[in-house]
């Protein structure tokens, strides 16, 4: 981890005070749903939301926290009047939102879906924060950026991504400073890393068949129920080399040190090789539970509401290394990494732009990578330096890739 | 662990002295071979070995110890002369062999076979020293007192064993007091741990089928390379109900939280389920210097000369759930530890005369722990308090079980 350590844990006895920036969404839902599973050990300090201003106000009645904030300022008259009679400050819009990621809490989850959730993230970074990220685009758009704020402002990231969270539960950041013994196995010890992919409902077609598979058989995901965007990604694997990106950012690796392997049932989510030999796994039923009570409760851990794995009744766990010839997001989001400056934030859009053409039906699944491909190539590689132009460099990449 | 903490792991670029009590047997020619890899880690403050003087005179001349010790007396002339020219003192006898594990040394390696392990482990634990312990019958023969000696001399016992080692690596002990913040994960996090059991030749036999296996069948394993009396340790799953009673031992756990499963490949090695709904496991090729590399260099890791595990090219694990019906050998060895006193002592002493009965043909393989189960049941259940009365109780098992 790129942060700076914390001397000491949150001790159990004590509250600890979330804000749950995106709180209707599925990982917002669920976040709040292991709160409410122990009574005692969290308080909301505020909850944001884009649009679902009456899940937001139900929420807000259940949890009582100090703020809820709506992004929609359209919503504030109607947020204002569901939680009249309670104690909780209703505002709207999205310097509301800031404000609410800024205020002093032990942990934010940063749960806004998409690059509306940059910005908030940053804010909260930049209030020295633990932050739990559930947000992909903070580290695939604005790695280097997020990365050099978090330095700075001695934040802690913590992984939500089952796969990050996986690799932060086997090599955790020091909670001690190192020279007063630390703990065992830090990141010098690592020799590579592993992050483990479904292989998605065309992990045995061959390109030939891949050419002419429709919107709707690339949806069906084996074992992770997800939206259509992320179902494409995971049958491209360029939701592996969005992953790859991010656990750059998160872990002091280099790009060759970083694998994907292909793990049809999702137990194993990534594996830690060490340099004497030991592989270090974490493993679970495919449940984003598990990875949000270990990014709340860290470094103590809590009962998570969800089935445990039992391995005898599995039986069998499969592997196999992943063939980037029909699989070729793999290699051009590595090689975005490599190349970084912008690549990786017109990697992200030129993916959304062309996934959502695909799933319009107006281009080929093998369509996909060449336009992603073409965005690159014509999108000259500069540097990012603040989030405004991590935003223009995405808008530009998304007309490219509309035209491509 | 129940042993006290270090506060401070040794910097890399102090040198780390190593006594090694068994140096010529398996366990000990792989330390060496580490320790030679690694020049300028580490430094040999004594070798000690049973009888086999050449070996042991060649290891001192590459190594160059302070001392070198033969138990057998007799020997004592050889290694003398074997010796001359160098700087390491010759002795030899028992006595000189437990003065060998009380020298002033970073780390202990407890290497010796068998009930001879037991004094000279004891000696290093009651000097306070880090005891890296690849001895089984010290935990499973005098697994209380060890642990009362362990906390009562503040010693730190870090486990050879490849499951327990495996084990160590995800719950390891702190190494800073808990409140300068410690890591996390610790124990009371943990809500089982698994061992792993490759099953033995006779994974898939019925009883039926068992009743008529040869000494020949029993001992070919099919992933490690070990002696005849292991090798029918893991055909009847016995290995397995002994490593049990080891992590019990080893870990602050209940013997309900300790379990068995199948697993052929001998590649996932432990796993530790969290509360959260998280399994940690460790998993490596089937090679002892990784646990060794492990336990040498805690808390830091070295570089060990072994293959690297790629479970892409593997392809598969394979899990089941062991039947205890037919491998009653783990359900005995359960309730040997829940009975505790001499039972897990008993077990230990009729399960080697059993083996040993049948591997010279004179009773069968589903006579072995019906030898075990009558050995138990006439011999009354003290508590032994002493080495002494480990060893007193270990020989009338024998006798019993002779008998039997």
Known sequence: MKAKSRVLPIP?????????????????QNTLKIIAAHPGRFE???????????????????????????????????????????SVEAAAGDDAVLEAASMPS????????????????????????????????????????????????????????????????LVPPLTSPPQAGGKEGGWEHVESVTITASGGP??????????????QQAVKHP????????????????????ELIEAFYLFPLKPEQLNVLI????????????????????????????????????????????????????????FETPDTARFPALSIAREALIRGGNAPTVLN????????RFLKSE????????IIERTLENMDNVRLETIDDVLACDKAARRIAEES
Chains 1, 2 share one sequence.
């Open 202 to 215: 065309f992990r045995e077609y061959t390109l030939e068949q891949m050419r002419t598979v429709t919107p």
């Open 12 to 28: 159990a006895a004590q509250k600890k005070s979330v804000t749950l920036l995106g709180a209707t969404g599925t990982i917002g």
């Open 263 to 318: 793990h049809p049932q999702s137990i194993v989510h990534a594996l830690v090789q060490m340099i004497d030999g030991s592989v270090l796994a974490q493993m679970s039923l495919p449940d984003m539970c598990t990875p949000i009570a270990h990014a709340l409760a860290w470094p103590e851990r809590i009962e998570a509401p969800v089935k445990k794995l039992n391995l005898g009744d599995i039986g069998n766990l499969q």
């Open 44 to 86: 909301i300090a505020a909850l944001t939301a884009g649009d679902n201003v009456e899940l937001l106000a139900q929420q807000a009645r259940q949890f009582l926290p100090k703020k809820a904030v709506i992004a929609n300022p359209s919503l504030y008259g109607e947020l204002k009047e569901l939680l009249k009679g309670t």
């Open 223 to 242: 074992n992770w129920n997800m939206g259509a965007k992320i179902s494409v990604d995971s049958a491209t694997l360029m939701n592996k080399g969005l």
């Open 363 to 370: 281009i080929g699944f093998l369509d996909i990578v060449k």
């Open 106 to 169: 032990d942990i934010v989850m940063s749960a806004i879906v998409g690059a509306a959730g940059l910005k908030p993230t940053l804010a909260a970074i930049r209030s020295g924060a633990t932050v739990a990220l559930a947000n992909k685009e903070c580290l695939v758009c604005a790695g280097a950026l997020m990365t050099k704020e978090i330095k700075k402002y001695g934040a802690t990231l913590i992984p939500v991504d089952s796969e990050h969270n996986a690799i932060f539960q």
């Open 349 to 356: 859009a030129a993916n959304e732009i062309a996934v959502h």
